[in-house]
Each structure stands twice: as structure tokens, then as C-alpha cells.
């Protein structure tokens, strides 16, 4: 048997749920690092494959479907879901056995769509996950009655805790290989099967005794303070404020030995390669431009960390929950808060998930607003120009000022949006609809599942970093040294090349908001993605100092070559500006219209130009 | 020597040429429109015999970026 028929004799087994079940905890309880990330071809949704070894050593494929209420699609995740189990994907094959996985806590909604599954016809177990925690809180789940009144078999599973699937991979080791063409034919789910499957629940849970499940009274007890009208808010913003501090107060000792390992292999060329075209490349543009990006790598990860923490513990969905009052505020519906949550890590994929959004106009404006939303790939440019000239020191009994500015950023970048929000819905105001949102319990973080998902970030950075940032790296570092000076010419090379030429002539238009000529030459490259704008001016001061060492100390450089209203400026100019051309056509695509991005971009730049030229001209007054 | 010297000066220009030609040309796939990088990966599976891959919705750039998932979280209403 060849290796591709090997691969197709191996059994794929489906993880099938609700959102938030803890699916994903087990697919990487499962599969360990033996997983793929990527996106469904089609839609911003990512697809999870991993594969798995079941006790008798057998080797079985595992695919995460992303998480369903029904299989009545209601969005592209669901009609994932549902293409995927009805056989109808044409990316997808049709799974061989399908886990249902339930949250023991909330069974009623978690059977309901295992009901659904069953209708199916195909080969499955349900999984009663978190039942520790379930546990802890004193239910009884009669599992072997559960598995009479369902007709399949189920298993208990912990997903956070090792070993918490033992039942489930011994099960697994039984599936006969491909199946599914024993499934019989799918069925359209009818308005009739819901509400035969809604009283069909009740009977079961009824017969477990499991049919006055609440959340835990910790949970409640916690909501209580966490949700609070008025001590709700105040705990967001200390738990917001302290991951900020958080981002600069503990990476500065890894971005240290970074730097330090970038200073070295940059001193390591200068010395061991000849003076050639070929030692400039790899000094003055890959290194200085890529070391001067990846060196902001430790604070990615803590960012990211508090964030997949507090998603993990179960506390972002009471963030929603408390903002949807100041989203109705300024005219938007509550489910415009995911879209701009997905959009504070990048805001592509926050643009999409705006389809859930039914009113037009909530959609369109969420779009708008979306970019305004501090990404994380401008994480970099606050974080270079904050080191450069906000002083490292303690204020206010202890709290660091540089992590104080950069909260104060994407409050800044929140408070845009929210005014952009309010003008745009003032012709058509229309009442407020609260948002519904499911509160999960709350329940300890999986290291496991954190550590996986730091790993993804890293990941998406580094690649990002080794792609396309290098890529326009080498020929920023080409149209910066070309053509050469000509004889006799007393300026630093770079000012005679394309880059110096075309960096001279955006320094007319940007110079009223005190940009100097380099730092234009860096906003053009940034267009692709904004943290391309670190290491362009990294390349583009490497080329216009004879300094060697220049690679690992941007930081330095610009904080005594720029002003502190300069600084300033371009802090205002990255909160407005929409310099990701990647935003723009998704915009274009979402709404079948070059009408809207050319809104977007044209009043995402004036904001930009106004706010630089604001700050520009108060700091100098200012300072004097 | 001074022939070694030329051929070396020639192979140095030639290597960055290379490089700066594969980055331009790298950078122009990854930013281009989506149905340029689909007609470039369709052409790519044709020529290895494999299925052809279907439209992919990621602009500029940012296809089969999972950053998509980060915060996805469900609205039950």
C-alpha cells in the first residue's frame, strides 16, 4: 500500500459542538502538536486537522469543525459544520465517525445538536466533556442512562487534564476504516425535527435528572462583582490597564537578548564577509529590517497570552456583554462587539464576521469602524516609537508610563471608532436591541490549550516576518541603494536613490505633520502591513549612517534624530491611518462596492492627516 | 587576480539580482489581487497533477492566515 493509500484507509473522526464545549481543549488534548492550522478555502474560518494514536497504536485523522448551535446554518462557521457532516463539502471529506462533544454543564443545548447528529445516520459517540467541573458542582449525570435514551455510546472526558480522554482514544481504537459510505442520505433539518429535538432534551435530561442545570454558584457569585453595573466597567478597564503595563514591564529582558542575538549575528557578517553588494543586503536590509521587527516578538506573546487567557477562562464573553450598553450607545447593535473584538488582532477577519450582522446599515458601519481598532501589527510601531521617547519610569505609586501610553492608544482607537459610529448612525437613529450572548461557566485556564495557541501566534508573526516583511525588505534595500551616488556626492548615499527621491518628494506632503523623509519612505511598505513600517525605517537608517551596529538599535537612532512632536505625530497618524491595503479589499469584496473602501480610506486619511497635524502643532507650541 | 577579482565583483551583482528579482516577484504574488494567486495556484496544481483548490477569499496578502480565529466568538440571539 503506498503512502497516499495508507493516508485515505486512515479513519477521520469529527470533534462536533457548541461554541465554547471545550472541542477545541480536546482536539488539542488529542493531537497534541500534530495539527494544521489553516483557513477553509472561501471563508475566514480556520480549519483544524491534527492527527491522533490510539492506545493499540493506530493512527487516527481528527478534524475540529468549527462550533454549531443547529445544522441550520446560520453562518459561514455553521454551514461549514453542516457541508462537512451532510457529505456536501466539496473541501472536505465526509467524516468516518463523528464525536459529538457536549458540555456536561450545559447539556441541554449541547444534546440538541447531538440529537441532530444522530438524525444523520452516521457512525458517533457523545462526549460529556468538562465533567469535573461538572463534578465539583455536584451533578449526577446517570451517563449509562444518557447512553440508553440516546442510542450511542458516552464517554466522560476532561479535556484540560492529561490522560482526560483515556475512554475516548480506547473507543477510537474500535472505528472500522472509511465508512461513510454506509451513511444513509442526509436530511434538511425541518422547522418539525427543532421542536421534536427541544422536547425530545427535555425528556432526556428529565430521565438523567440532570433537568434544573444553572450555571455553578461560583460562577454566579463571581458575576455578581464581574458584571456589576457600575463595578463591572472599572474591573475591565484595571484588568485592560494591567495587561498594557504587563506588555512593556515584562518584555524587556527577552527583547534585550534578542536584540543582543540580532547586534551579534550583525557584527558576526560585518566581519566575516567581504565589503560587496551581498554583505550590504544582508546587514542594511535583512537584518536591520527584520531584526528591527522580530525583536517585538515578547510583546506579541504577552499580549496575546492575557488575551487567550481571559477568552479561556471565560471572561471575554462578559466583556461583550458589559460593552453592548455603550455599543447601543452610539447607535450600533450588540453584535457589532465580536466583529470589533476579532478586529483588535487583525481587521480582516473582524470585517468578516460581520455578516452575522443582520441590519445593513449596523454592517456597514461596523466595517467602517473596523480599522480603527488597534491591530496587532501596529503593536510594533507603538511599541518602537513608546522605547524611543516615552521614559521607562514608575508613576502614580509604580505603574509604568510606557504601558500607561500604550493603553491610552487603543482606548484612543476605541473612542475614535465609537465617534465615528455615533456620526455615521446620527441620520438613522434606531432603538437598542441588547445583545444575547450564551456566559460560560468560569473554570481554570488549560495551560496546554494557551500554550498551543501562543504557539499559533508566534507562528503567524515569524511567518509573517520570514515572508512577506523580508521579502519587501530586500527591495526597499534595492531602490534605497540604487542608483548609486553619483562621483564626488557628499550626502549619504541613500539620498540619491529611488527611495531617497521618492521619500524627498512625500516629505512636501507630510512635512506639515513633521515627517521627515525617511519616515515617509517607511509609510509606502507599510501599506502592506503596518509593522513592514519598522523595519523599513530600520533598512532606511541603516542606509543613512555609516554606523554598522545600526541594526539592533532603532530604538536609540530615532529617539535622538526625531523630536518628541514628530513622535507624537506618527503615534496619532498609525491610530487613524488605514495603511493596510489587505483591509481595503476585503472592504471591496464584503460590500461588492469600490465605493466604500475609497470612503474608508479617504476619511481614515484625513482623520490621520488632521490628528498628526493637531498633535504636530500643539507639541511644538508646547515644547516651545 | 584581477580576473578573480571581476568574476567575483559579477557573481555578487548576479546572487543579489537573483534575490531582489525572487523578492519582487514574491511580494507581487503575496499583495496582488486573490484571482491572480488563484490562477497562479491552479497553474501550479495543474502542472503537479493535483486537484485544482478552490477560490480563496484572503485579500492581500492573507490567505490561510489564522489570525481569523483568534477571538472568534458566537452570538446566540
Known amino acids: ?417 465609537m465617534l465615528v459610529a455615533f456620526v455615521l448612525r446620527l441620520p438613522q437613529r434606531r432603538h437598542w436591541h441588547p445583545l444575547t450572548l450564551e456566559l460560560p461557566a468560569y473554570h481554570a485556564p488549560s495551560l496546554r490549550s494557551l500554550a498551543i495557541g501562543l504557539w499559533h501566534r508566534v507562528q503567524i508573526f515569524l511567518t509573517r516576518v520570514g515572508t512577506i516583511i523580508l521579502s519587501l525588505m530586500i527591495l526597499l534595500w534595492f531602490l534605497s541603494t540604487y542608483p548609486a551616488p553619483p562621483p564626488g556626492a557628499t550626502g549619504p548615499a541613500i539620498t540619491y536613490s529611488i527611495a531617497g527621491h521618492i521619500g524627498a518628494a512625500l516629505a512636501v506632503v507630510f512635512g506639515p505633520i513633521g515627517f521627515n523623509w525617511q519616515i515617509s519612505i517607511a509609510l509606502v511598505p507599510g501599506l502592506a502591513a503596518r509593522e513592514v513600517a519598522v523595519g523599513a525605517l530600520g533598512t532606511v537608517y541603516a542606509l543613512s549612517t555609516a554606523n554598522t551596529d545600526v541594526a539592533s538599535a532603532l530604538t536609540p537612532l530615532i529617539g535622538s534624530s526625531w523630536g518628541l512632536p514628530t513622535a507624537l505625530s506618527l503615534l496619532a497618524w498609525y491610530v487613524f491611518a488605514p495603511q493596510c491595503l489587505s483591509t481595503l479589499a476585503t472592504v471591496k469584496r464584503e460590500t461588492n462596492s469600490w465605493r466604500y473602501p475609497l470612503i474608508m480610506a479617504a476619511y481614515l486619511f484625513a482623520l490621520a492627516y488632521l490628528a498628526s497635524f493637531v498633535t504636530y502643532r500643539v507639541a511644538l507650541a508646547w515644547s516651545g | 587576480m584581477e580576473r578573480l577579482k571581476a568574476m567575483s565583483a559579477w557573481m555578487d551583482q548576479l546572487v543579489v539580482g537573483v534575490l531582489v528579482i525572487a523578492s519582487a516577484a514574491f511580494a507581487g504574488y503575496r499583495l496582488g489581487p486573490a484571482s491572480m494567486r488563484l490562477w497562479i495556484r491552479r497553474q501550479w496544481a495543474r502542472v503537479r497533477g493535483k486537484p485544482l483548490p478552490a477560490a480563496n477569499v484572503g485579500a492581500g496578502g492573507c490567505d490561510d492566515c489564522p489570525h481569523a480565529a483568534t477571538f472568534r466568538k458566537r452570538e446566540n440571539s
Request: glycine share 8%; net charge positive.
Open chain 1, 1 to 417: 500500500m503506498n503512502a497516499e493509500a495508507a493516508s485515505l484507509a486512515t479513519p477521520l473522526i469529527a470533534l462536533v459542538g457548541n461554541p465554547n464545549c471545550g472541542k477545541t481543549a480536546l482536539f488539542n488534548l488529542l493531537t497534541g502538536s500534530r495539527q494544521k492550522v489553516a483557513n477553509y478555502a472561501g471563508v475566514t474560518v480556520e480549519r483544524k486537522e491534527g492527527s491522533c494514536y490510539t492506545p493499540s497504536g493506530r493512527r487516527v485523522r481528527i478534524l475540529d469543525l468549527p462550533g454549531a448551535y443547529s445544522l441550520e446554518p446560520r453562518t459561514p462557521d455553521e454551514q461549514i459544520t453542516c457541508d462537512t457532516l451532510y457529505g456536501a463539502s466539496h473541501l472536505e471529506d465526509r467524516p468516518d465517525f463523528v464525536v459529538a462533544v457536549c458540555d456536561a454543564n450545559n447539556l441541554r443545548q449541547g444534546l440538541r445538536l447531538a440529537l441532530a447528529v444522530r438524525r444523520l445516520g452516521c457512525p458517533m459517540v457523545v462526549v460529556l466533556n468538562m465533567m469535573d467541573l461538572a463534578r465539583k458542582r455536584g451533578l449526577r449525570i446517570d451517563v449509562p442512562r444518557l447512553a440508553r435514551e440516546l442510542g450511542v455510546t458516552v464517554v466522560e472526558t476532561v479535556a484540560t487534564r492529561s490522560g482526560g480522554a483515556r475512554d475516548l482514544t480506547h473507543l477510537l481504537d474500535g472505528i472500522t476504516a472509511p465508512a461513510s459510505s454506509a451513511w444513509r442520505a442526509p436530511q434538511v433539518q425541518s422547522p418539525a425535527d427543532v421542536e421534536t429535538d427541544h422536547r425530545e432534551v427535555q425528556r432526556i435530561l428529565r430521565a438523567i435528572g440532570a433537568d434544573r442545570v444553572g450555571l455553578p454558584e461560583s460562577t454566579l457569585g463571581i458575576d455578581r462583582v464581574v458584571l456589576h453595573p457600575v463595578v463591572g466597567p472599572v474591573l475591565l478597564a484595571a484588568t485592560l490597564f494591567l495587561m498594557f503595563q504587563a506588555v512593556f514591564a515584562w518584555a524587556q529582558a527577552p527583547m534585550d537578548i534578542i536584540q543582543g542575538a540580532v547586534a551579534a549575528l550583525g557584527g558576526w557578517l560585518t566581519h566575516a564577509l567581504p565589503a560587496t553588494h551581498m554583505r550590504s543586503l544582508l546587514i542594511d536590509g535583512v537584518l536591520a529590517g527584520t531584526g528591527s521587527v522580530i525583536v517585538f516578538l515578547p510583546q506579541i506573546v504577552i499580549l496575546f497570552f492575557f488575551i487567550l487567557l481571559l477568552e479561556d477562562v471565560g471572561y471575554l464573553p462578559r466583556a461583550a456583554f458589559m460593552l453592548d450598553r455603550l455599543m447601543g450607545g452610539v447607535g450600533l447593535s450588540g453584535r457589532s462587539f465580536i466583529p470589533l473584538l476579532s478586529s483588535f488582532a487583525c481587521a480582516i477577519p473582524g470585517i468578516m464576521a460581520t455578516r452575522t450582522i443582520r441590519d445593513p446599515r449596523d454592517r456597514l458601519t461596523t466595517i467602517m469602524i473596523a480599522p480603527l481598532m488597534t491591530c496587532s501589527a501596529r503593536l510594533p510601531v507603538y511599541a518602537l516609537i513608546i522605547g524611543a521617547f516615552i521614559p521607562n519610569r514608575k508613576v502614580w505609586g509604580g505603574l509604568e508610563l510606557q504601558g500607561l501610553v500604550l493603553f491610552g492608544l487603543y482606548v484612543l482607537g476605541v473612542a475614535a471608532a
